[in-house]
């Protein structure tokens, strides 16, 4: 594959490669019907959500796509329309694999997958977490336990992936499928992980894959995980909330949450991309919003005075960042499309309509 930005889809005219994380808890299943209740999707956290302190900006609704379900067709080639109206290359799905051949969540990829729609382009995200009860008050309540059973069970998961890894939509750098790990330093032994997963790809018929590993510093405080370089990683991807973290902004925040009784408030910031560590591997991440409340109530974390024009200002940050990089790694991942109870998407809303959408594009231009 050549270097250049015309060899990557539908980018023509944009400076960097826009991904976005796309969440598939839109649809019930059987294992949140028994945790949470009948017909629990992640509509059901945003539809009651509530103004926890003034000026707080909750509930936030749904507008062009409406309280969708991703089992309708239908529904996501409205979605993939309206990304690659605004720019965005593809969808980076969230993948649950707990060990032993446990998947959940995973219909509304195998039907894009399996039917060839829409055509946008997509990778994969494997969020290797443990799931427990956290956000709803019971942080010791297991639901599903993340496991690592060794190279067979690898083996069976990369083999899973092979018809993905192997579609014509699915997002490349230098041929290379793209596949990111949402907590690498729970692997029991990253480098080893990243050598198997090579090693497999290669035997498959594959370039190798691109391998990204998410360096999580959400608010400042240090990376969990630093060492994806010499695990052998072909990039990191630093996650830090948009929010201005300053001896000044903790006070305030620790003497609100005292009077109100949480949750956080923190000030939205359009400059974190100023603290990004300059290393040639990192790729940055762009969040339009943070506001998790809708699932976490008042043990949520909000990052206030969010606007699409601080959006704009941060992606337009981010791209420059980007500029001295090859095209192909030119990658500017945005978190998220649809977290909508976390209050981070760019699909429509009706308060602020296709603004977010807009500022993106403008960002990239």
């Not at 969440?23 to 059987?30: D, K, M, T, V």
């Not at 593809?90 to 055509?119: C, K, Q």
């Not at 083996?155 to 230098?174: E, G, I, K, M, N």
């Not at 370039?207 to 995980?225: M, N």
Request: one cysteine or more; glycine letters at 10%.
């Amino acid at each position: 594959m050549t270097d250049d930005l015309s060899a990557v889809r539908d980018v023509d005219g944009l400076r960097a490669r826009a991904l976005a994380f796309y969440l598939p808890q839109f649809f019930p299943i059987p294992e949140n019907d028994r945790w949470w209740g009948p017909g629990f999707t992640e509509w059901t956290n945003v539809a009651r959500a509530r103004r926890l302190f003034p000026c707080h900006r909750q509930p936030t609704l749904p507008a062009d796509l409406g309280f969708y379900d991703l089992r309708v067709a239908e529904t996501r080639h409205a979605q993939s329309e309206l990304a690659r109206r605004y720019g965005i290359e593809g969808f980076v799905y969230w993948h649950y694999w707990f060990g032993g051949g446990e998947r959940i969540l995973d219909r509304p990829f195998r039907e894009v997958l399996d039917s060839g729609e829409p055509d946008i382009g997509f990778a994969l995200a494997w969020a290797n977490q443990t799931w427990t009860g956290t956000w709803h008050g019971a942080p010791d309540k297991i639901l599903k336990q993340q496991t690592y059973p060794g190279p067979e069970d690898d083996a069976a998961h990369f083999t899973s992936l092979l018809p993905a890894f192997r579609d014509d939509r699915y997002l490349r750098v230098d041929g290379k499928p793209i596949f990111y790990v949402f907590r690498p330093e729970e692997l029991p032994d990253p480098a080893a992980f990243v050598e198997r997963w090579q090693m497999m790809a290669r035997k498959a018929g594959l370039d190798g894959l691109y391998l990204v590993a998410e360096v999580s510093d959400l608010l400042g405080g240090g990376p969990r995980y630093t060492a994806f370089e010499a695990d052998g990683f072909d990039a990191g991807v630093y996650m830090r909330l948009p929010v201005e973290v300053t001896r000044g902004t903790r006070l305030r925040m620790r003497a609100m949450r005292k009077s109100l009784g949480g949750p956080e408030i923190w000030p939205y910031s359009d400059r974190i991309v100023d603290t990004y560590p300059r290393i040639p591997l990192l790729q940055p991440c762009v969040y339009p919003n943070w506001d998790n409340t809708p699932r976490a109530g008042r043990r949520g974390l909000v990052a206030h005075g969010a606007t699409p024009e601080k959006f704009g200002r941060s992606v337009a940050s981010a791209v420059d960042l980007l500029g001295n990089r090859r095209p192909q790694e030119r990658l500017l991942w945005v978190k998220s499309w649809n977290e909508w109870a976390e209050g981070n998407h760019l699909e429509p809303d009706l308060r602020e309509g296709h603004a977010w959408l807009e500022a993106l594009r403008a960002g990239l231009t």
